[in-house]
């Protein structure tokens, strides 16, 4: 989550120079796409990243990009989790965008297609939602550990759960935003 609201962000510094960047949460939700999806061709993935992310590019593309990550996590640093490997995401913005539309005008009147809203407060509300909307009942049957299930017919359920709303092409994906910056910085060698 963003360290607070209070210090919302309209630009980022790179190296000593302001620069515009994009804050709707639709652009942010691609950007997302762009900077999770495994590709061939990372350089123009990272052209994309980039040009959606910026109106003005900064000329260091390799410090730009270190802001996108720094603005992607709500302007906070992503913390090294030592010897642990990364979790599979349990939700997918564009995969599910209507469930996540539906918690949003259910808990809080707001049409995510008619909304515009900055990266970070959507990502605050997308936090805030409560256990018994659709989309937070989806997300926890993905990360339901279904070995602590001893009942068969729960564990039967929550399989069925687990196959019906999973994510597709998870094999493919990176998982963590420190993984993410590596990947991204590497294209840049």
Not at 7 to 24: A, L, M
Not at 60 to 80: H, L, M, N, Q, R
Not at 110 to 126: A, G, Q
Request: one cysteine or more; charged letters at 35%; proline letters at 4%.
């Amino acid at each position: 989550m963003a360290k607070s609201l209070m210090n919302i962000c309209e630009s980022v510094n790179v190296d000593g120079r302001e620069y515009k960047i994009n804050t709707d949460f639709r652009v942010w939700i691609e950007i997302e796409r762009l900077l999770f999806e495994k590709s061939s061709d990372d350089e123009e993935r990272l052209a994309k990243i980039l040009v959606s992310a910026y109106p003005v590019l900064p000329p260091d593309p390799g410090k730009a990009i270190e802001k996108i990550i720094w603005f992607y996590s709500g302007g906070e640093v992503c913390e090294k989790e030592s010897g642990q490997a990364p979790k599979a995401p349990v939700y997918d913005l564009q995969e599910d965008f209507d469930y996540v539309w539906g918690a949003f005008k259910g808990e809080f009147g707001i049409d995510l297609t008619s909304e515009k809203m900055h990266w970070w407060k959507f990502r605050v509300l997308l936090g805030c939602l409560s256990d018994e909307c659709f989309f937070s009942k989806v997300v926890g049957y993905r990360s339901m550990d279904l070995s602590l299930i001893k009942d068969k017919e729960q564990r039967r359920f929550f399989e069925r759960m687990k196959k019906r709303f999973r994510l597709p092409g998870l094999e493919n994906s990176m998982f963590c935003e420190e993984k993410m910056a590596e990947n991204l910085a590497a294209a840049f060698d």
